[in-house]
């Protein structure tokens, strides 16, 4: 079966839960020992009355406290660094979408085996193969995304072309021209891409060998996901990968072709990062089937680790998340990004999130589905409105005043609240080659 052939570390992929629970249990008490030398992590611990050492015993954790952005902040320049600075070979930084970049250190150790070796499990996965002709299209410079997938690639002993983002008119050539196979990207990117290349003559579906591509860096909606299948060589599969800076890469969770079906990711480094999902107003674990935020402690990491870090992204714990037929059981399923706990809107009491305007802008036929905004604009103190932008597809026959109401109708139905949308010409709204920034706050009243 294709799942077992693609093992690439069958030793631990194959353990049950109480397996991998019995190595995170090892590694939980030698990080805390490790932390009971760092001052910054011993003041940290003592705001909720404990000792690193306390994760000794597994059940601390619960009681850890957890790290946000601010606590690393006040941190500056180096946030809870665990070892001195030359033996950090590279620093890479958060996006920075809010305030100042956060840095955060790799050792050699860190860069060269454990994140290379969790993006090649991750790969693995998803089924890259030594020889695979790899369009590395995610970004460089201080950002994780590129030298993180080169890594990746580099261990499983792909052939990697490492464009990064950008330089769309030479890749669609290039991608028909040399036969790439795989590709790392931003779903977003790999959409107007496709649309590039139809711009000049060329037909992804006929003229590109693409089999798989391993899509993060930005949520999108399963239905986006599906055109982009659909622009693609017949066969062809998006996979999902979600990670962050804190956690030591785009390595959290990834599908197997089993679980891409039912649209949900495995944790699959779970023997070097431990994660919850934990409801984020109580911080009690969610049950299968609900929804919570994912918060991470890496195990391995030698520079820099974190401790329960809230990454403020919510998912879906599986309904099953023990129980897919890859084998992988040990490995929990969680559901696509659905959003931020801090990207969630409140609109007129109505809980919004941004997942489920994509969702219904995706589903209506005529619009451009990587190009929308939600404008917010604030009354007063406590009344926020919301309009959404959108815009037509060029060529569409399909009136902008009639497809403004589609959208329209089609939010009121999923949302329960009157929206009201803006459509224009498309090329009007801003593109994003990485995160999207779908959220705008319009200072003053219109
Ligand atoms: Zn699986």
Not at 90 to 99: V, Y
Not at 308 to 326: E, G, I, N
Request: contains cysteine; charged residues 25%; hydrophobic residues 40%.
């Amino acid at each position: 079966m294709a799942g077992k052939l693609s093992y690439l570390h069958p030793e631990i992929e194959q353990l049950d839960r109480d397996g991998i629970k019995a190595i995170q249990r090892r590694k939980l008490a030698a990080l805390g020992e490790r932390l009971a030398h760092n001052p910054s992590w011993v003041a940290h611990f003592k705001k909720a009355g404990m000792s690193p050492r306390d994760l000794r015993d597994p059940c601390a954790l619960a009681h850890a406290p957890t790290l946000e952005k601010a606590d690393l902040r006040a941190h500056y320049p180096f946030p809870m660094l665990t070892v001195d600075v030359p033996e950090a070979v590279r620093f890479f930084a958060t996006s920075g979408t809010t305030g100042l970049p956060v840095m955060f250190g790799f050792t050699r150790r860190d860069f060269t085996e454990l994140l290379a070796t969790q993006v090649a499990r991750a790969l693995a996965c998803i089924g890259v193969k030594p020889g695979e002709r790899a369009y590395q299209g995610f970004g460089y410079g201080l950002w994780m995304g590129g030298p993180s997938f080169d890594l990746g690639l580099l261990q499983l002993g792909a052939t990697t072309f490492p464009v990064g983002p950008g330089r769309g008119e030479l890749v669609v050539e290039w991608m028909r021209d040399q036969a790439w196979s795989f590709a790392s990207a931003s779903p977003l990117w790999l959409m107007r891409l496709t649309r590039i290349a139809r711009e000049r003559g060329i037909d992804p579906k006929r003229d590109w060998s693409l089999r798989l591509a391993a899509c993060g860096g930005q949520a999108v909606s399963k239905a986006f996901q599906d055109d982009l299948e659909a622009a693609m060589p017949a066969g062809f599969r998006v996979y999902n990968n979600y990670g962050t800076t804190e956690s030591g890469g785009p390595i959290v969770s990834i599908p197997c072709p089993h679980s891409h079906h039912d649209d949900e990711m495995h944790l699959i480094n779970e023997d070097t990062i431990l994660t919850e999902i934990l409801d984020p107003v109580s911080l009690e674990p969610v049950g299968p089937g609900e929804v919570g935020e994912v918060v991470v402690t890496t195990l391995d990491k030698e520079a820099s680790p974190v401790v329960r870090w809230r990454t403020h992204d919510l998912v879906r714990l599986s309904k099953r998340p023990y129980d897919c037929r890859c084998g992988r059981n040990g490995m929990p399923l969680i559901g696509r990004l659905i959003g931020r706990s801090d990207d969630m809107l409140k609109v007129r009491g109505v809980i919004v999130y941004p997942s489920q305007i994509e969702d219904v802008i995706a589903a209506t036929p005529g619009t451009v589905t990587e190009a929308w905004q939600i404008f917010v604009d604030k009354r007063d103190q406590s009344y926020e409105t919301i309009t959404v932008a959108i815009e037509q597809q060029r060529g569409s026959d399909r009136p902008l005043d009639e497809l403004a109401q589609a959208v329209a109708h089609s939010l009121s139905s999923r949302l329960g609240l009157k929206v009201p949308v803006e459509a224009h010409a498309e090329g009007t709204l801003p593109r994003y080659e990485a995160k999207a920034q779908r959220i705008v706050r319009r200072e003053q009243a219109r």
